[in-house]
């Protein structure tokens, strides 16, 4: 192998040629790279608190709005592990995840395009605006949800990928890499939520509002105006600050001896079946973990506007607990940005991060649990309001909309570990689970995207069967409370400890062959 260890970009991992050790590079240059997490989350804030009631305005009946949030999690279900494969073996002389972080960048400005202009290109294919439903609006909306989380997973895998690689290994690196990561991703949402719960953005930019698309939507595709132009700045300052050193000449492996020929899918399950204890019992308390947080991810607006604040899509309650669960998921961001930065130190006096990611699991289903409770207390106030000549349109008292905040707040402190600890060991355990850094986040996504595809799935029937009208949230919301608690035990109980430093070496870009 050439020694790369002479090279004057320091943005890379260098190797010593006798024991191939690789240097971990720059802070700055991980701080860089993890920017972009701004720009994802600040877009997946909008998606997040604004798209399912975006969705019953053009029409989709709430049962099935949680069927339109399929298209995620099928997408990322290929597209995730398959971008991890190829960017772990690309070529390219910009190197091997550049490429497809600005590829990826493209396509969610292609998306949102589709999403922001999903009225007005149904509208001028013919639409009535008069009828409830808007088949081809519903139409581009979806294809445009499709193209975002597909160029979303092409984004933040390869971005995750290029941490462990810029950590070169070192499990302290890593760890901070993720946490780093994890901060951005609140400093993106912190900014997503306050846009979205700004009602009056839309006058920023006054050609947004037309005859198909009202206030609240042009309200939405002016924060997608924002959105983009963030995420492409970053990712451009990235690329150009931060280098790769192309993988044809940072390592010696022989075409005819790699697995060049191998299919993605066949090494993929390959790397399955290889896969040591550890990994599995990481994707086994993932995949619990994401049954608890979809149905609050998916709907937690929503459970504003519907239960605490007594709404229906459309009305001017159901508008104001969308605005104000933005507000409240503002608030999570915040304690989701300072609870990153304190995930070292915390996992030090608890003994260790699957303690900490074990006990901040009981909280969200605690805090899950206490949905119940704050809707119960909310319903009972209106019930009182009325019976003693009470305005029908008045908003719950501040006790209960404070009630419902703190909520939105605390459930910011497991979010922090959720974002961090699991990909931080991810890439620890890479070394033993038969894959490089970008397969072995591709192999995690899936015990993200599966459970994401079974909330979607059973969700609005369970809500239907379980709730008034068919248009509750809370048996999803206490069906993710048990999901907590048992990953949470599981967390404590069946993770293993990360091996020794020297043992978990996590491999660079695909591994040294």
């Known amino acids: 192998m050439s020694d790369l260890s002479s090279t004057k970009d320091p943005s890379y991992p260098t190797f010593n040629i006798e024991g191939q050790v690789p240097q971990p590079a720059s802070l700055i240059k991980m701080v860089a790279v993890a920017s972009i997490a701004a720009g994802i989350q600040f877009g997946w804030a909008l998606q997040l608190s604004l798209l399912t009631p975006y969705v019953q305005l053009l029409g989709v009946p709430h049962a099935w709005s949680s069927v339109i949030w399929l298209c995620g999690p099928i997408s990322g279900l290929l597209v995730q592990p398959t971008v991890g494969y190829y960017s772990d073996r690309c070529k390219s002389r910009f190197g091997r995840r ?54 979303n997973n092409m984004l933040q895998g390869p ?19 993720n946490s780093i990561f994890s901060f951005f991703m609140a400093i993106g949402s912190i900014l997503g939520y306050a846009a979205g719960s700004y009602s009056h953005l839309y006058k920023i930019f006054p050609f947004t509002e037309t005859k198909a698309c009202d206030v609240y939507c042009a309200n939405l595709k002016s924060c997608f105006f924002i959105a983009i132009t963030l995420l492409l700045v970053l990712v451009i300052i990235t690329c150009v600050y931060v280098k790769e050193i192309p993988l044809k000449s940072s390592t010696s492996v022989d075409d005819d001896n790699d697995e060049s020929n191998t299919s993605c899918l066949v090494l993929m399950f390959g790397a399955f079946k290889e896969m040591k204890r550890p990994m599995w019992m990481l994707l086994i308390v993932t995949f619990m973990n994401w049954i608890a947080w979809f149905p609050w991810l998916l709907y937690d607006t929503d459970w504003m506007g519907r239960e ?23 608030l999570n961001s915040i304690v989701l940005g300072v609870m990153s930065l304190a995930i070292e130190p915390l996992s030090r006096v608890l003994g260790g991060v699957k303690r900490l990611w074990g006990l901040v699991n009981i909280i969200l289903a605690i805090c899950l649990a206490m949905t119940v409770l704050i809707s119960k207390e909310a319903k009972a106030h209106r019930i009182f309001a009325m019976a003693t000549g009470g305005k029908k349109d008045a908003p719950p008292p501040a006790s209960i909309r404070g009630g419902a905040l703190a909520l939105f707040s605390i459930l910011g402190i497991p979010l922090a570990i959720t974002f961090s600890v699991p990909f931080a060991l991810a890439s620890i355990f890479s070394s033993t689970s038969g894959a490089g850094q970008g397969l072995s986040l591709g192999t995690l996504n899936l015990a993200i995207v599966i459970p994401q595809m079974i909330v979607s799935t059973i969700s609005g029937p369970l809500d239907g069967a379980f709730s008034k009208g068919g248009k509750g949230n809370l048996p999803a919301f206490v069906m993710g409370a048990i999901a907590a608690a048992v990953s949470g035990v599981m967390a404590i109980v069946l993770l293993p400890t990360p091996p020794p430093q020297g043992f978990a070496k996590a491999t660079i870009g695909g591994g040294l062959h």
């Open 98 to 151: 550049r490429p497809f972080i600005l590829a990826g960048a493209i396509g969610v400005a292609i998306a949102i395009i589709f999403i922001g202009f999903a009225a007005d290109f149904g509208y001028g294919l013919g639409d009535d605006l008069t009828k409830k439903t808007r088949p081809r609006a519903v139409g581009f909306f979806v294809v445009g949800f499709w193209i975002l989380d597909m160029a």
């Open 159 to 177: 971005c995750r990928a290029f941490l462990g690689d810029l950590s070169a290994g070192d499990q302290s690196k890593i760890r901070t890499a």
């Open 308 to 330: 605490v604040y007594g709404g229906d899509v459309g009305d001017k309650l159901f508008d104001m607990g969308v605005h104000e669960g933005s507000l409240g998921l503002m």
